[in-house]
């Protein structure tokens, strides 16, 4: 890559010796972004980690990934290395037939050797700080190829103490107040291990502040980025810090086009749940941290626990403090070779849920229940056939706009289904 004449001379020599493409699964990659991160923190140009993050997402086009990501990385150290007190993090995650992303990519086509790279990133993060400490929770979904003693077992060979491994059924089977509505495994899309991990997190006494965050099996989001949900519940006094895909200085990198079903999926909830979560567009991205000792009370009672369940954590949270939720812009370079979630397509499903979240919470809002009948009406006959023929104001539209834009209504919408 030629030289980039924007960039002060640190940051243009950086992206000459940048990998020209990013994989998450390859060693080299993740070292360079690592030692990247730990050059600008270094670099005495006189820019802030915030300003260099802002340049390099700026001119992404000419930008290699692989810096950017530095970045994002070197802007999350900061906020480890600048830590005064003790600080706990827990990291949940769900595991549902991970049996071959587990395995080194030599080992299988799909091989993310995602336990070792997500603890290795959380021990990069960690070297910044003796007040940093953290733990890691698989909860097995009930996968029938009993993947949490697939990843229990490598856990213990590897040595990782900080590395537990949770089952779903266990949790079901002794009645514990968080599995409620699920009779067994089979009820829960990854939501139920994850409402049950953060219940057991928040359970635990640590020493200083705790944080819970949880996260997707895959490598999608590189974990050293902790610190960017850790700094708006720590320094802001934030009770949740949702990592965003759709922020002006978000990066993202997406395999696959769902872009028009997505729009339509956010346009719905959103006239469902307004004004509720009205600066949040992405319900779904799987990096969200939460102030421990709120998360009993969000995790308890909840109606879902199928993919919608971000929502309704969200939407809980909200209604307890209202200015509670901050928004912190990530990178997510898309792991979907494996992905339970594009498998199943749940968009429908999802909007179901989000449906009776509106009828349960937001009881009084007459457009809320106008989208919520409409949605309930709907089969996946009917829903393929609105997104093949989603209006224009939507399928064109910015979903960061759909807050304050309403103006395709409930009717306008059912004039578009086929007549039976």
């Known amino acids: 890559m030629s030289t980039i004449p924007q960039l002060p001379e640190p940051l243009s020599r950086l992206a000459e010796s940048s990998p020209l493409e990013f994989s998450a699964t390859n060693p080299d990659h993740q070292e360079f972004v690592q030692q990247a991160a730990l050059s600008i923190l270094e670099d005495q140009s006189g820019l802030s980690t915030v300003e260099t993050e802002n340049m390099l997402v700026h001119h992404a086009d000419q930008v290699p990934l692989a810096l950017q990501l530095g970045a994002k990385l070197a802007r999350s150290k900061q906020v480890i290395t600048e830590l005064s007190q003790p600080i706990h993090v827990d990291v949940v995650f769900a595991a549902y037939n991970e049996n071959n992303r587990i395995l080194r990519p030599e080992e299988h086509p799909s091989g993310e050797d995602f336990l070792r790279k997500k603890v290795a990133q959380l021990n990069w993060l960690g070297e910044a700080s003796k007040h940093f400490h953290w733990h890691m929770t698989v909860v097995d979904d009930g996968c029938p190829e009993k993947c949490g003693d697939i990843i229990e077992n490598l856990a213990k060979k590897e040595g990782y103490k900080e590395v537990s491994v949770l089952r779903l059924s266990d949790a079901i089977d002794k009645k514990l107040p968080v599995t409620a509505g699920l009779s067994s495994t089979d009820d829960s899309r990854k939501g139920g291990s994850i409402l049950y991990g953060m219940w057991n997190a928040c359970n635990k006494k640590v020493n200083g502040e705790h944080i819970i965050v949880f996260t997707d099996a895959d490598l999608s989001t590189h974990l050293g980025q902790v610190g960017l949900l850790v700094d708006p519940i720590l320094n802001q006094g934030k009770d949740v810090a949702i990592g965003s895909r759709r922020e002006a200085n978000s990066i993202v990198v997406k395999q696959g086009t769902r872009n028009v079903r997505g729009k339509l999926f956010i346009y719905l909830w959103k006239r469902m749940l307004s004004p509720a979560l009205s600066e949040v567009v992405d319900t779904q991205c799987g990096f969200k941290g939460f102030r421990a000792s709120k998360v009993k009370a969000v995790v308890e009672d909840c109606l879902e626990h199928g993919f919608a369940f971000d929502v309704e954590l969200l939407l809980k949270s909200e209604l307890q403090n209202s200015r509670g939720i901050a928004k912190s812009a990530i990178a997510w370079i898309d792991s979907e070779a494996e992905s339970t979630t594009t ?48 209006p224009s104001e939507i399928a064109n539209g910015d979903p960061l706009t759909f807050e304050s834009f309403s103006g395709v209504s409930s009717d306008d919408l059912r004039a578009l289904l086929p007549e039976k």
């Open 343 to 390: 498998a199943l397509s749940p968009y429908l499903n999802m909007l179901k849920s989000i449906a009776a979240m509106s009828r349960k919470y937001l009881p009084s809002q007459d457009s809320g229940n106008e989208f919520a009948q409409l949605v309930e009406s709907l089969d996946e006959e009917n829903w393929n056939s609105l997104v093949d023929r989603t």
